[in-house]
Every structure is written in C-alpha cells, then in structure tokens.
C-alpha cells in the first residue's frame, strides 16, 4: 500500500479571477489565452484596474492535486508560499480538500504568487502572473519519504521558469525512480514550451518523465510543425504515455503503438476555462493510479475538465467521484 497516489509539484499561486472584455486585453496590452510573466509593480497596476473579482488558491499543480481529492484520491502537494495573508489562503484551502500540504512557507518578503486572470466573454483566461514566493521551491522542500511513497510525481512545466525548482524536480525523479514509481508532467503553455523546448524533449527521451499532458498547441510547439498528425506520432515515441487534449474535441491517448480517441462532455454552458488542463490529468493520473484502462483514464479526464470550465474558478464546486460515478467510470 502506498499513502499517496499522486504527488504534484508547482507554484503555489492565489488566483485572483475577473471577467472582462476584449478591449480589456487590449488596452492593457495582455496577451490573450496566455500567461503572462509579470513583476510586482505591473501586478498592482492590473489588480487596481480589475473589475469585481472571486479569490481562489490555485496554481496549475495545485488544482491538478484538489481534483485528485475530489475524486477520492490521495494526494500531496510542494509548493512555496509566504507568511502572510495569501499564503494563508492558500495553505489552509489546499489542506481542507484533504490535500497533504507541509512545505515551509517563506518570511513575508516576496509575497505569496498571486495571477490576476481576466476571463473574457467567450469563456478564454488570460493570466498575468506575479511568481513572488513561489519561485523559491528548492531542492530542501522535497520531502523524500512523500516522492517514495507516491505512485505518481507529477510537475507543472512552468516549474522551470526558476531555477531551483529544476533541482528540486530532478530529485523528485530520481526518488520516484529509485522507488519503482512514475513521474508525469505538463507543457503548461505554449510560451512555456517556446523557452524550455530542448530541455522538456531531453526530459521526456532520458525517461526522466514517463506520462506527459499537453494540448494541442503545446504539442505543435514542442515539435515546431503545423502538422497535428506529425506531432502526436513524434510525443509517442519520446514518452511512454502522452494525453494530448482537443478543447471540444476531446482527447487522444497514445502510448507506443496504442491510440485511443475520447470525447469531450456535452456542456450546458462554457463559463471559464480557467484550469481545463489542470482537471484533465487529475482525471486521468486518479483513473491511473487506480489501474483504469488508458481510454477511461482519458474519458475521467474530459468529464473533470468538462465540469470545471461550466464555474468560475479552477477547483471544481461539485463532487467529481458523484459525477464520476453517475457516468458509470468509477
């Protein structure tokens, strides 16, 4: 028996949610559907220019474990924040959906990460991303006996934005791997791809990484080609398992020589697509960790994000193990 099924690593961030309109973006130069890397000063200038706004304790790896524990399974969490009223935001929500949480939080100075995301009309997040605390993950965070006795570490590409964070995930992997267990990642964003390319595919082809999530952009990105088709046969062949999502198209599962397609759920309505990817692995790594079939992990991972994008807000208000259970997959 293992105490964990899945332990994520990422950038403990507050998320601090508004709706918008195009015009918006444009008039405060925010690239769209992005995240964006931002400093102190442009996070206070945006947060002054906000519209009415929800708070929430997200951050990609963050929402990726809660999902997990709405599912009903067991996870654990590294990720920095400091001591000050965020950081206890974030420390006590993450902790109340069950969630194993103890990594040491930094003095006050910098503040606990918080992304100020604009969501538009048609549903699409735009984030800019104030990393403070965060970006002082290191290699003294790893709490080896949690790594040890998971049966998936799972990170967020965005870790490698600072430094440390690189040094404290490989040792994740070497832990996972000495100790029979897997490591998955995500792309994160296509951005995030741009800078990290060669090291992400030297990740993958080392077998450091052994499950990766992407979406459709990310993919092409990785792979620098316009041709979808091409992409997915090249991330088959670097990894053991790749999930690539579709946005309404679904998914498609590839592992080897094996393929398997999944559509997305009917939806009522899109209201934000804030933490879609996020809810996608947690979907598939509590369906893994519980030795579904590749296809049913994929169909859990489009009925968690098809729910989380029907709300405000990146952690899902409903049950997922109901929903899940209604749907006949668990």
């Known amino acids: ?12 961030i507050v998320d601090i949610i508004a709706r918008c309109d195009d015009q918006f973006l444009i008039d405060n130069a925010i690239t769209k559907a992005a995240m964006n890397l931002i400093d102190a000063e442009r996070a206070e200038l945006l947060y002054s220019r906000m519209g009415p ?3 929430a304790s997200g951050g990609s790896a963050g929402n990726t474990a809660a999902g997990i524990a709405n599912f009903g399974g067991k996870a654990a969490y ?31 100075f910098p503040p ?21 605390a965060c970006v002082e993950l290191g290699p003294e965070d790893v709490e080896a006996d949690v ?40 792309l994160s964003d296509s951005f995030c791809v741009g800078r990290y390319r060669e090291e992400f595919l030297e990740l993958m082809r080392s077998g450091t990484v052994d499950i990766v999530f992407a979406n459709r952009q990310e993919a092409l990105s990785l792979y620098e080609t316009d041709d979808f088709e091409e992409a997915l046969t090249r991330i088959a062949r670097d990894c053991k398992i790749a999930a690539v999502t579709m946005s309404e198209e679904g998914a498609v599962i590839l592992r080897g020589g094996e393929r398997y397609e999944v559509a997305a759920i009917e939806l009522e309505e899109l209201v934000d697509t804030t933490g879609a990817g996020d809810l996608f692995a947690s979907g598939f790594l509590y369906g893994y960790t519980q030795g579904r079939e590749l296809k049913d992990c994929g169909r859990l991972g489009c009925l968690a994000a098809g729910t989380v994008i029907q709300q405000i807000g990146p952690r899902p208000d409903k049950s997922l193990s109901k929903l899940a259970k209604e749907a006949g997959l668990i």
């Not at 028996?1 to 403990?12: E, I, K, P, Q, S």
């Not at 997040?125 to 990393?131: F, Q």
Request: charged share 25%; with cysteine.
């Open 1 to 12: 028996m293992t105490r964990f099924d899945v332990l994520t690593v990422g950038n403990a």
């Open 53 to 55: 706004a929800i708070e």
């Open 78 to 108: 590294f990720g920095k924040v400091a001591k000050d009223q965020l950081g206890e935001i974030f420390t006590h929500d993450i902790r109340a959906l069950g969630v194993h949480y103890q990594t040491a939080p930094k003095e006050t």
């Open 112 to 132: 606990t990460a918080r992304s100020m995301i604009f969501v538009t009309e048609d549903g699409e997040r735009s984030m800019n991303t104030y990393l403070g």
């Open 147 to 186: 790594v040890a006795d998971a049966k998936v570490t799972y990170f967020e590409g965005y870790l490698w934005d600072p430094p440390r964070a690189k040094e404290a995930i490989r040792e994740c992997a070497r832990i996972a791997h000495e100790n029979g267990r897997e490591v998955s990642m995500t």
